[in-house]
């Protein structure tokens, strides 16, 4: 954060904070932590927002640092959903410019998150953005784990499982059970295929394989990672 600015706090009632709420729901692409943002001037909502590159929700995407276990602070070059073009404050101010709005003096708010990072505020203090708000419980409500334990929940419920033998299909269908997945044969929502090259996830209805895991002895804990994202 610049040393001459400061993040200020509001209520999660705050009526501002109630439409970064929304904005969350309507505009985040990041279905692992969503974020939406309000840009406000003279008393109104101008533009909105939400990470993910604004792309909104519904679309799977599994991010390969939870795959692999990533501790927090690496891995980001695995994945680009994360990136900072791509992130909240980002979007806003294209959103703004798209729709003609002049963002300075304007004040933001956020949800979904409880800093800003370097790139994102030097993008909104370049564009004239006076304030930005958080709610006052932010780290908290939004802790990794917290967020993550909303959101790394499968909306699957079955899963089959082709290919798998002996102590491998074992740890498998132990992870199925720790996360409520049922193990059937046929019309799965998820198919999950073991090969030379690793396994293949593909979603029922799709041709294309959603994420392919490398064979390794750590196949069954990162088979349950991506199976949470789903």
């Known amino acids: 954060m610049p040393s001459d600015r400061f993040i ?6 705050h009526p501002f904070m109630v439409e970064a709420a ?20 003279d008393g109104r909502v101008v533009a909105r927002a ?13 991010c390969p640092r939870i795959v692999l276990d990533c501790p927090s602070g690496t891995g980001y070059e695995l994945c680009d959903l994360h990136d900072a ?17 002049d963002p300075v003096g304007s004040d933001v708010y956020m949800f979904g998150h409880w800093w800003a990072c370097e790139p994102c505020w030097t993008a909104l203090i370049e564009a004239g953005v006076r304030d930005l708000y958080v709610v006052d ?10 967020v993550y334990g909303e959101t790394l929940t499968p909306s699957v419920k079955s899963v089959s499982l082709v290919g798998f033998e002996g102590g491998v299909l074992e740890e498998v269908r132990a992870q199925l059970d720790e996360l409520g997945l049922e193990e059937v044969d046929e019309d799965a ?42």
Do not use: W
């Not at 929304?22 to 001037?41: F, H, S």
């Not at 073009?85 to 709005?101: F, I, T, Y």
């Open 50 to 62: 939400g990470n993910g590159f604004n792309r909104g929700p519904g679309k799977v995407h599994v």
């Open 85 to 101: 073009p791509g992130h909240s404050e980002r979007m806003l101010l294209a959103a703004a410019r798209e729709s003609g709005v």
């Open 189 to 230: 929502d998820v198919r999950c295929s073991m090969g030379e090259d690793g396994v293949r996830c593909v979603l029922a209805g799709e041709d294309e394989s959603v994420y392919t895991i490398e064979t390794g002895e750590k196949l069954p804990q990162q088979l349950k990672n991506v199976l949470r994202q789903l």
């Open 22 to 41: 929304k904005a969350r729901e309507e505009c985040a692409g990041d279905p692992l932590y969503p974020v939406g943002i309000v840009m406000v001037k």
């Open 137 to 146: 419980d932010a780290h908290e409500r939004f802790s990794r784990d917290r």
């Open 8 to 13: 200020k706090y509001v209520p999660v009632d």
